[in-house]
T-cell receptor
């Protein structure tokens, strides 16, 4: 079967660094996406990894290890507005469907 | 670029009626559109994949006769919730997908703003 796991909730302090993990088992792999979603809104794109390694984009970085079926999203210098759900999604080859992880609700405290 | 719109943004309907939700890619042609459902505090669940001019492919457990999908053009897909019941109340999100030019193998989905359906 296909399975993508993330922690359900995380809490961190403003200005800190937080790492959100994602482990996956899917039939086929054509890249992994991270999205941010505020309540009642559509997901917004954060990052994309298809090769092993770290991709850095401002305060956000994402890492991928295909052999381990593992990715993480690293958020630095946390701000209150970063309080949101973070979704890991695997693009499966062939159909290009996304399989979404369970999502992680991040709460940033002052 | 890559803007996807949904209409309506929210709708309230009575139990037993049907509701149609439109998904449009405004500035690009989408080879495939996807429909998701999201319950409160849960992740997105893929309902179906639709390609222009062909029948939609439904995920396991999704009733194709209840959730009718029509993909009439490369920029428009519609989802009709037939004989809606309170348990169909949810946040419905569409996405339009297209291969990325110049990036080998990358296929990206662009998400609409979502439609909040409440069935009373």
């Amino acid at each position: 079967g296909q399975n993508i796991d993330q922690p359900t909730e995380m809490t961190a302090t403003e200005g800190a660094i937080v790492q959100i993990n994602c482990t996956y088992q899917t039939s086929g792999f054509n890249g992994l996406f991270w999205y941010q979603q505020h309540a009642g809104e559509a997901p917004t794109f954060l990052s994309y990894n298809v090769l092993d390694g770290l991709e850095e984009k401002g305060r956000f970085s994402s890492f991928l290890s295909r052999s381990k079926g593992y990715s993480y999203l690293l958020l630095k210098e946390l701000q209150m507005k970063d309080s949101a759900s973070y979704l890991c999604a695997v693009s499966t080859s062939g159909t290009y469907k996304y399989i979404f992880g369970t999502g992680t609700r991040l709460k940033v405290l002052a | 670029g890559a803007v996807v719109s949904q209409h309506p943004s929210w709708v309230i309907c009575k139990s037993g009626t049907s509701v149609k939700i439109e998904c449009r890619s405004l500035d690009f042609q989408a080879t495939t559109m996807f429909w998701y459902r999201q319950f409160p505090k849960q992740s997105l669940m893929l309902m179906a994949t639709s390609n222009e001019g062909s029948k939609a492919t439904y995920e396991q457990g999704v009733e194709k006769d209840k959730f009718l999908i029509n993909h009439a053009s490369l920029t428009l897909s519609t989802l009709t919730v037939t004989s809606a019941h309170p348990e169909d109340s949810s946040f419905y999100i569409c996405s339009a997908g297209t291969p990325q030019s110049g990036t080998s193998g990358r296929y990206e989905q662009y998400f609409g703003p979502g439609t909040r359906l409440t069935v009373t």
